[in-house]
């Protein structure tokens, strides 16, 4: 191939402003956000428009060159970095960042794939409507990743994943074709669901260039409380409370252990732990409706106390000011943070059935124990979506080398559990290339052909994000 | 190809209850529900059990039959209807129906693609769950199809469309292998979403045997209003007004036209009207959350008195007993009855962007009026997610055939406004046999070539259900 061609004709379709060929300026492309991954690309192109990705795709198709799809690169599992042999290009979605259009009665957003999620949030905001993807790298996360990774976080419970808010998408396909999909409709079945078979894809089927994101009415009334639970089996019945009262008032039933916490108040002394009693589990839950002072604050204090009545709760607070609520959420929000501070970690994010969150943290949680005493088991997580971040932390002044020298056989070990009760190895974060040498064994025989069939199919020339999802 | 031998391979595999081949008995399968098709087939297969249907598959595969699937045939599209020419069995999921498990816990329900829609809604009911989904033909219609057409319905405003409830799938592909996908994971972003591109996919990529769907808690407090409103925009309003206190209680937000409201009154005088108002528009609002006498009834007057104020509504009534509230949604249910007591009538299906309604409905009913005067238009349906049956009914006292004979122009004038308003020309219903023929026009382009690209893909001997979605 000649290079020198190539950047020529790549920089004729995006200008000089939308291509980077310094290494040193497109090293921070070349590395994901976790700096476990660090690749190489002849350049990263930054287009402006849909039809300058179309071009930029037909080029790499002419040249051989295959290319990186990338949003906010925080997929937390490499999926948006490049491998470091081949030829290959990054194609940065970050200047396609305009919000087309916001229709308060249809209550739709249509957004540009470059767009970041906390600005198309508060864009919704002053429109006075919500989008409630509520994920920890929203200040940097773009839509286009969002939707290409099936983004989850806090409010999945009560809204769904990101699938759930994508009406229409703007897809630039592995022959450079734009798949025009940009409808706003709650109801089209018209044959094959196209959108949903990028949603999730990694960028490996197409490139999202734009979405329509289905909004919901804003928030006008919060109340959240932090509750100490004896046991993870009282924590469901307590789910199943909520539940049973308004299940669309629950926005949060966020899960964090007792090692969790302490590790929090042990870091963060500021954040005056606000109940009397220490306990095994504690529940941070969000109520949320859109009208103001309709009962809300009432419905809650019903619940908690036929709660305390039933034994279900041990303790509760219930915030009385705004300070107070973001303070009572700051104990789930530094559980990573406090985690960071105390060693060497090992991230696991899994789900398994909500009815066997009890038996999976209990049998993980011994397995590791029995791996590397003195360990710190500090799981948290969306406990009502059964979405556990089942978190491991270097014993206290242990040594973090020795104790990552055992990453592989503890994740193993909690995978396994996972296994045994027909759970996920990757909840909400995807594969990308940190755990696609783990589908053949979780998701083998007909799911991975059927998989591979359709890349086939769509990219038949394995042209867009090579190296991810299927195993190398 | 020798019938005989192909019979009496498949008797062997599903004995000789689980075949049928008497012209006589296979009638019935062989003719849609409307009796607009009417197909022919070599045999009704009725097999017992996932292994059964696929080891029916592969021997279609071997013999080189295609294979109908079909659930309760109630479609209405002819999906389940099988060609007139060419060989094909049909395979009736009907004998498989096992309710496999239900979890109160999870909020899940394993049911086999046989189980009658209805019977999965009481089965889930009896465990104090709730199964959302609420169509005409819930007594008939099967699990499997409700799952491969993405059956929506009254409470798709609140809960989705069918789409939205199924966590796991069971599906037989297209040469015969077993996807055994019936995980009870809210979360799982492990590669492509495989369920998402069997549902909605009319059979023709695979056959549904099973499936994991979600359920929600049961409503335990019910509350029914039918409002007398000037006009749409005012409908809207009065939604808008609705999601601004809890869009989560709003079970069904449903309109009829002044139109349908005659005809209902006309052929059920027995259902006193109960305004004082003939009106432009009326809406059926149902209300609904778990907990029982949590002032849901206080919230509904509160928003209706606003309403008022605000002159967004001339009159309503809120249903003072189950008796009433059965009674006031009978006005809605018998739409489609009192059209057809009423003559001819042609069905259309679609939907459009939220806010576009009220312009879609008047230049539909102008362009209607301008093809055939006297012309009955009736519109009704999911107001709040865009869906609208706009249903047309021949002048009273007129000539039935020379009215249907304007079918088509009337037809297409309709879909005319529904494509420039970006809408669907199937919001519910899906493709079938009935307009397959709509899909260049509609879906052509990048969108159709990436269908068939899929199907190629996955069927590549189009082996499942051919003639439905695509144009023959």
Redesign the interface.
């Known amino acids: 191939m000649d290079i020198n061609s190539f950047i020529h004709d790549l920089t004729s379709i995006v200008g000089s402003q939308g291509i980077i060929t310094n290494p040193k300026d497109t090293e921070i492309y070349n590395t994901d956000w976790r700096q476990i991954f660090q690749g190489n690309s002849i350049a990263v192109l930054r287009p402006q428009n849909t039809q300058e990705v179309s071009d930029v795709v037909k080029l790499c198709v002419q040249y051989d060159v295959t290319i990186i799809p990338q949003g906010g690169n925080t997929s937390l599992v490499g999926g948006a970095t490049p491998p470091k042999q081949g030829n290959q290009i990054i194609l940065s979605l970050s200047r396609m960042n305009k919000i087309r259009n916001i ?1 308060t ?4 957003m249509t957004v540009e794939a470059g767009v970041i999620l906390e600005e198309a949030q508060n864009a919704a905001k002053n429109a006075g409507l919500y989008l409630p993807i509520v994920i920890a790298s929203q200040g940097s996360a773009q839509i286009g990743g969002v939707i290409a ?2 983004a ?1 976080g806090n409010n ?2 009560r809204y ?2 990101a ?2 808010f994508v009406l229409g998408l703007e897809v630039v ?1 592995a022959d450079g ?5 940009l ?12 959108k ?2 990028f ?3 990694e960028g490996t ?1 197409g490139i999202i260039t734009a979405a329509v994101l289905h909004l ?2 804003l928030p006008r009334s919060t109340e959240v409380a932090l509750c100490a639970v004896p046991d993870l089996q009282h924590a ?1 019945r307590l789910l ?1 409370l909520f ?7 629950l926005q949060a039933f966020e899960y964090i252990s007792q090692k969790g916490m302490d590790l929090v108040c042990q870091h963060f002394p500021e954040l005056n732990f606000p109940l009397e009693t220490k306990a095994p589990v504690y529940i941070v839950v969000e109520l949320a ?3 103001q002072g ?2 809300l604050r009432e ?1 809650f204090e019903t619940v908690l106390e036929k709660a305390f009545e039933e034994e279900i709760i041990l303790d509760a607070v219930l915030a009385e000011s705004e300070t107070q609520r973001l303070n009572l959420w700051r104990f789930r929000e530094e559980q990573s943070e406090s985690q960071k501070l105390s060693g060497a970690n090992i991230k696991n994010d899994v ?5 066997s969150i009890p038996e999976f943290i209990e049998r993980a949680t011994q397995a590791c124990e029995a791996i590397y005493p003195g360990i710190q088991v500090a799981p948290f997580g ?1 406990l009502g ?3 556990i971040h089942f978190n491991l932390v270097q014993p206290a002044n242990g040594d973090s080398k020795d104790f990552m020298n055992k990453s592989h056989d503890l994740m193993d070990a909690v995978c396994a559990v996972v296994y045994d009760l ?10 990308g290339q940190l755990k696609n040498y783990m ?1 053949p064994s ?2 083998g025989g ?6 591979e ?6 990219d038949p020339k394995n042209i867009l994000n090579p190296g991810k ?1 299927f195993p190398n």
């Open positions: 229709d009665i249809d209550s739709t990774t099936n989850g999945t419970l769904g994943n699938r759930e396909t074709q734009i798949l025009h999909n409808r706003r409709l709650r109801k089209d079945n018209t044959g094959y669901a196209l949903q078979i949603i999730g894809s089927l919901h009415p469901l199943h539940n049973n009262y308004n299940p669309a008032a409706i859109p009208a309709d009962g419905l789900s398994v059935p909500i009815s969306h979506d059964g979405n027909e759970g996920s190895f990757s909840a909400e974060h995807g594969i589908m979780w998701r007909v799911e991975l052909e059927l998989m069939k359709i890349k086939q199919s769509l999802i």
